[in-house]
């Protein structure tokens, strides 16, 4: 097999088409260690985050129905599309400047589908079924007892997955709630979990692979946000070829193929940087300990520069090295400042449902509807006032509006004017809303009277 050859289809796909089933060998060694230490870490803190609270309300609360999100104690509305906006680019420029350093580490060592495939749900598998050997004897076969029992634990897997999936959306306690209950009292819920449950169970039972190799468009962005000197698994062609056995090639491969099997894509890395590669690193282990067996120094598969695997000097410093920690430090700087103006509450003023206005014996008198969010964690009373119009009178069913902590209320208020107040049917006025401990906010509005267009 040369070095430059690459498959005609997908590695996980046979000739005809049909679905070749991927059944790496498990190579311990330095990075799966490390990897092991970094995805238990995530696996952790996914179990654990939702039980964390903050100012009285969970660290992370995708509150979707009440359209509110929850991070970290700060509260984002529907309206918030700025701060959101912000926030994901923020993500989204991070993960390529990540990238641009230290190629596809965060497929490899972060991202949920390696994470879950590789810590949890793949070593229950090999638990099971056993080993590679095991597992291709059982295909063989067509499955059976072990294949049922395996299907069986990822099914009770997946449920605990999609429950504490849920509770970022439900918080624990509700979610508690909800199970005692019984699917009965909360079909809703109970059905979006069987739905979350059926897609961890498919994606980790069946998709698995594909979900990389076939679905994910992060793969096929690293031919854009890869360079020569980005950080990838790189096969040392200089070093390795000729490649056969010890003593009888000068090159350092001895053609074991323990790269390959141990792929969770299937992939030979000796083709080079392909799109399947997820940076995982399980060849490097695997290489690393058949080095050692012949005595041969370690590194034919390393994590390397492509510049660097090629004979060259990996720079460090590049445009994108330069560009992506500039944009990165503008959109935090702006999402800071964004976050910080955004104030304690949430006021808008909307005119009545009814008529423009209603004339009577009392004066010109205005409909208008006030919403006010909470955006802070204690309840607060919102004294709403009239500016720039003294002959008015403002009339509230209650004034101050007591609102809950993360709540939102909306009050009808009216004013009512005499008819000098206007100039051509309109006058300019302000709101001012304010909870006497240290928010306040005006807002402006225009009363409509006789002569209004």
């Given at each position: 097999?040369?070095s430059?050859?690459?498959?005609d289809v997908?590695t ?8 070749r ?27 654990v ?16 129905p009440?359209?509110q ?11 918030d ?20 350093l ?8 972060a ?6 495939m590789?810590?949890?749900?793949r070593?229950?598998?090999q ?5 590679r ?14 294949r ?9 897997l ?28 909360h079909p ?9 449950a ?9 998709f ?23 950080l990838i ?11 056969g ?11 074991c ?6 792929c969770?894509?299937?992939?030979d890395?000796?083709?080079?940087l392909?799109m ?10 695997a290489?690393?300990?058949v ?7 370690r590194?034919l ?18 445009p994108?090295?330069?560009?992506y ?10 999402l ?7 104030g ?39 004294r ?6 003294q ?5 509230a ?6 609102i809950?902590g993360?709540a939102?209320r ?7 004017s005499?008819?000098?107040a ?7 006025v ?10 306040e ?11 209004a267009?």
């Amino acid at each position: 097999m040369s070095s430059d050859s690459l498959p005609d289809v997908l590695t996980t796909m046979n000739a005809d088409g049909s679905r070749r089933w991927v059944r790496p060998k498990r190579a311990p060694g330095r990075f799966l260690t490390l990897r092991a230490i970094v995805g238990w870490g995530l696996i952790v803190l996914f179990v654990v985050l939702p039980f964390i609270h903050w100012n009285g309300r969970p660290v992370v609360l995708l509150d979707v129905p009440a359209r509110q999100f929850h991070l970290f104690g700060r509260t984002f509305l529907s309206t918030d599309g700025v701060l959101l906006m912000l926030l994901l680019l923020t993500i989204f420029v991070g993960v390529f400047w990540l990238t641009a350093l230290l190629g596809r580490v965060w497929c490899g060592w972060a991202c949920p589908q390696t994470v879950y495939m590789e810590l949890l749900f793949r070593p229950i598998e090999q638990w099971i079924e056993g080993g590679r050997k095991g597992q291709l004897d059982l295909d063989k076969r067509g499955g059976g007892a072990r294949r049922v029992l395996k299907y069986a634990v990822f099914v009770l897997l997946s449920a605990v997955v999609a429950n504490i999936f849920l509770a970022y959306f439900v918080g624990v306690a509700r979610l508690g709630v909800w199970i005692i209950d019984g699917p009965i009292a909360h079909p809703t819920g109970f059905l979006v979990m069987l739905v979350t449950a059926g897609l961890v169970f498919f994606d980790f039972g069946y998709f698995r692979e594909q979900m990389c190799t076939v679905a994910c468009p992060y793969a096929r962005f690293q031919s854009v946000l890869l360079d020569q000197d980005s950080l990838i698994v790189g096969y040392d062609v200089k070093r390795g070829e000729p490649r056969g056995k010890k003593g009888k090639v000068e090159g350092d491969c001895v053609d074991c193929n323990a790269c390959v099997v141990t792929c969770p894509t299937g992939i030979d890395i000796r083709h080079g940087l392909q799109m399947e590669c997820v940076a995982c690193a399980q060849c490097i282990d695997a290489c690393d300990k058949v080095m050692d067996k012949i005595g041969r120094p370690r590194g034919l598969i390393r994590y390397a520069s492509q510049r660097s695997l090629e004979g060259g000097e990996r720079k460090g410093l590049r445009p994108r090295t330069v560009a992506y920690p500039l944009l990165l430090t503008l959109l935090v700087g702006a999402l800071v400042f964004a976050g910080g103006s955004a104030g304690q509450a949430e006021v808008t003023v909307l005119r009545g449902l009814s008529a423009p206005y209603v004339a009577d014996q009392a004066g010109i008198r205005n409909q208008i509807r006030v919403k006010i969010q909470n955006r802070g964690n204690d309840a607060r009373r919102y004294r709403i006032e009239l500016l720039g119009l003294q002959e008015a009178t403002l009339i509230a069913p209650e004034n101050p509006l007591a609102i809950d902590g993360g709540a939102r209320r909306e009050t009808t208020v009216f004013v009512v004017s005499p008819p000098s107040a206007f100039t051509g049917g309109v006058r300019d006025v302000e709101f001012r809303v304010s909870d006497g401990e240290g928010f306040e906010t005006t807002v402006p509005y225009k009363l409509l009277g006789p002569g209004a267009s």
